[in-house]
């Protein structure tokens, strides 16, 4: 990675410009540039190589979090480096891995709108991990303080930045996400997100494992909330029936959400919640529990896709990241099939679960590799089902072995020992 990175700025700082005569040259020859602090770099094909070079060699590097920060924000380092190179005539390799590491460890309070999981009965936060559920009013002057001259409102209809009698202001509904983030600052959406897709699967695994009051929870089959945005109980569509000369018209619904309440919090934490919520939101590699931060994310994504087709690929998403070998080249619909029948059925069931996971698999197959676009919805209920039922299993099994004993298990399972034993 430091070779690169070196070659890199070498060659940045010697094509560099800064003088006028230069500049004006530059300009006029038309040929695309990066400019940081008053240095010019014109972007040649050997410029794009080196650059290209530099992000390979970053991404391959172990131990770095490579979601905590964009390729355009490398690319800005970079050149930003390459601007102190040019001017300081000192290399600036060392600089510049001190200041990515430090770059993708920002700490960050990410606070967002909360339209998924609903506080009840006078409950003013509930954290899922990472994740915090809080009412605005409860966060407002602790944070007020972070940010310069603006004020925190609580407004249901309008969020975001204002302006208030010529001051500004920052709007949030009701109820508010607050995620701990460390990651740079484009990264925070993107990552925020995941972790309360994540909160959103969790949650819900655990109602049903606590069999607690649902209230307006999504059952199999039904749309999530989206987690940051309010989702309209209003549809706008005009649906027109020519030959019988009618029409139909929208109508309101109130949208699904997942609701907190006294009896949530009691059964939750009467169960292994708050643990379990630790070690998937910490996972380390190569263990099961990091397979399942993976998969819950997964399953969110899923639940709140309105296109069949999108919801069915992205539960088997689902299911292969957490029940795909590592390094496996063996045939994996009928890996996935076996596991899933293994952990879900008993022995005599097993070859009936498994040809009904393979019937799905062909539905996959004809999405990804034909752009066919037809999913019933009671296959896609069926799916839900079994990556649901699948975690819940695992959870409750398999949550602190490593990978490999978890896949050594499960396959000797397979060939008719009992498994979760």
Request: glycine share 4%; aromatic share 12%; net charge neutral.
């Amino acid at each position: 990675m430091y070779q690169s990175i070196k070659e890199y700025f070498d060659y940045a700082s010697n094509i560099a410009v800064s003088d006028t005569l230069a500049i004006k040259k530059l300009l006029d020859s038309k040929i695309p540039y990066n400019m940081v602090n008053g240095i010019f770099f014109p972007i040649d094909d050997k410029y794009k190589e080196l650059q290209l070079s530099c992000l390979k060699a970053i991404y391959k590097k172990d131990g770095y979090n490579h979601s905590a920060i964009s390729e355009d924000e490398i690319k800005q380092l970079l050149r930003t480096m390459a601007a102190k190179q040019y001017i300081d005539e000192q290399d600036q390799t060392n600089g510049f891995i001190k200041e990515l590491e430090s770059f993708m460890t920002t700490e960050v309070i990410y606070i967002v709108p909360n339209y998924a999981l609903i506080l009840t009965d006078g409950i003013t936060s509930f954290q899922i991990g990472l994740v915090k559920c809080v009412m605005t009013e409860s966060i407002k002057s602790d944070y007020e303080k972070n940010v310069r001259n603006i004020n925190i409102l609580i407004n249901e209809n309008k969020v975001g930045h204002q302006v208030i009698n010529s001051q500004p202001a920052f709007a949030l509904p009701a109820q508010c996400f607050c995620i701990n983030l460390k990651c740079s600052p484009k990264r925070a959406n993107n990552m925020a997100q995941w972790y309360v897709d994540i909160a959103i699967s969790l949650f819900r695994l655990y109602a049903f494992k606590c069999k607690t009051d649902y209230g307006h929870f999504p059952r199999i089959g039904e749309l999530d909330p989206l987690a940051f945005e309010a989702r309209n109980g209003n549809d706008s569509a005009l649906t027109i029936f020519p030959t019988e000369k009618k029409s139909s018209y929208g109508t309101y619904s109130s949208y699904l959400v997942y609701e907190i309440n006294q009896e949530t919090i009691k059964q939750f934490f009467a169960s292994n919640f708050k643990e379990v919520c630790s070690k998937i939101f910490l996972a380390k590699s190569d263990f099961v529990c990091e397979r399942l931060q993976r998969t819950l994310g997964w399953m969110t994504k899923a639940r709140s896709s309105h296109d069949l087709s999108m919801r069915f690929l992205f539960f088997f998403t689902a299911l292969e990241a957490l029940l795909t070998p590592q390094g496996t080249n063996t045939q994996i619909t009928d890996t996935i099939a076996r596991n899933v029948a293994t952990i879900i059925a008993d022995i005599d069931t097993r070859f009936t679960i498994y040809n009904k996971v393979k019937g799905l698999y062909d539905v996959r197959s004809r999405l990804v590799h034909s752009g066919s676009r037809e999913v019933a919805e009671s296959d896609c209920d069926q799916l839900q089902y079994y990556t649901e039922l699948v975690c819940l299993e695992i959870i409750n099994s398999s949550i602190d072995k490593d990978i490999k004993t978890f896949h050594t298990e499960l396959k000797e399972a397979g060939f008719g020992r009992k498994w979760g034993s």
